[in-house]
């Protein structure tokens, strides 16, 4: 299966002139086979994806409605045109400090795959998700709330990628375990499964985050069965961040 390695680089940097030159880098030192995703702040998508058309290029959230009296929202139709085919949804930082619910990330997931762009659906993290068990049975009730009700053949060939992202491994530079991981991995897989069959399940890529360096690359790669990672501070260092690449 695909890798992907996926770059949210939040609400950094500051400057266009600074975010050119990092995904200049990131291209430059690009060696590795996985497809590469950059989900830049949406105000510089427009332009880095046409400078930069050899990366894939991502949006960190997507309302649920095509247009209308939304104030401040962002729409599918502008992702899709300016660039992106990817789209963050449900990344603990918006469950926590928007209130993101399940109900809305569901009503997200089912609009994004309407509109062609592939969802990243991000579970295990939220508001007072502290335990490493609290995060699994967060993803369990997260990944069941926004799948249900769509059919099988809309999810089949990996049109969406779910990552796993512990609230207490995200920014705090203590990655989740290798065992923790691979449970989440495995619990993510056998959910798909119970809902739509292991074809799906199999071909769905699973991915993590929550302070991804390139030190624990390689142990992951050995013990959890992952398609990738979804890197927060450290896609903002291109070194660093093509060093995943390479080793993923
Ligand atoms: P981090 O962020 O790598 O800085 O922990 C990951 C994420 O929030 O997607």
Redo the contacts with the bound molecule.
Sequence with gaps: MKKYIIG?W?MNPSTFAEADRLASRIQMLNRGSAEVVLCPPVYFLAQLSKKFPQLFWGAQDCFWEASGAYTGEISSEYIRTHGAAFVLLG???RRMYLEESDEMVAKKLRHVLKRKLTPVL?VGGGEGLREPEQCLAAARIQLTTAVRGIPGKILAGGRIII?Y?PTW????GRPATSKHIAAAASLIREQISSHYGTIIADGTPVLY????NASIVPKLKKKSNLQGY??????LNALEFSKIIELS
Aim: negative net charge; contains cysteine; hydrophobic residues 30%.
């Design positions: 949210n939040k990344h603990s930082e991000c990552a992202e491994a995200i920014g705090t985050g929550g302070s991804v979804l890197v927060g501070g450290a896609s």
